[in-house]
């Protein structure tokens, strides 16, 4: 796991603290049988700062479901159950599903054009090796969706999930099948925003949501 170096006295913890959450964002937990131990000493160590911000960066993380402590074993990555995986792709719909209609009330045209130009962009300059990029594009599309309502707390519920979400690498979803599919969504999402339909925005974002539900039923043999 590769951590970036701390240095800033005045924000040790917090710099420990999103270090750590990116560095476990990147992991493939998932893929693997064998459990994730994080050290604290070699954390401690390889953030070039003492055990007592990492020990508080550790806590935070626990607190948001990231990792568990258990006594005479350590601090251990959580690897989240189907269901709960399942849940937060409904509770992602729920919350882009009222970004959207808060997006055709007061995203700029400018602004929703930029969700279509990264869209667009996105498609035309991977074109043939998207696939191996879909998990950072899918990510980052849902993430830009949610900035078009304008509403910071939406997007702080749906950052907090999204950050969960972003370790399952199901390479079936990156099949050109799926990976079809999900551009065609996004481009139908967006052309609803475009016209400030709302409702067509929310029954398009409820759909693809329910398909990826049923996806990560069918091919997700590999979750508890």
């Not at 709960?84 to 055709?104: H, Q």
Request: glycine share 4%; hydrophobic share 45%.
């Amino acid at each position: 796991m590769e951590l970036a170096s701390v240095t800033n006295q005045l924000t040790l913890r917090d710099r420990a603290y999103e270090s750590l959450r990116i560095a476990i964002g990147a992991m493939d937990i998932y893929h693997h049988s064998e459990e994730v131990r994080l050290d604290e000493r070699r954390l401690s160590h390889d953030l070039g700062i003492s055990r007592t911000p990492v020990r508080e960066a550790l806590n935070i993380l626990q607190q948001q479901g990231f990792v568990r402590s258990e006594a005479r074993r350590g601090v251990f990555v959580i690897r989240k159950s189907k269901r709960e995986i399942i849940d937060m792709v409904y509770s992602c719909a729920a919350l882009e599903s009222m970004a959207a209609r808060l997006a055709c009330e007061r995203a700029t045209d400018a602004h929703i054009q930029s969700l279509r130009g990264f869209l667009a962009h996105s498609v035309a300059e991977h074109n043939s090796d998207l696939a191996s990029e879909y998990f950072v594009f899918n990510l980052e599309f849902h993430r830009k969706l949610v900035l078009l309502a304008q509403c910071a707390v939406i997007k702080n519920l749906a950052d907090s999930l999204f950050i969960h979400l972003q370790n399952i690498r199901d390479k079936s979803f990156a099949q050109d099948q799926w990976l079809s599919r999900a551009i065609t969504a996004y481009a139908s999402i967006i052309k609803s925003i475009e016209s400030r339909d709302a409702d067509a925005a929310d029954r398009m974002i409820r759909a693809h949501a329910l398909a990826s539900v049923n996806h990560i039923n069918i091919c997700g043999g590999y979750l508890r």
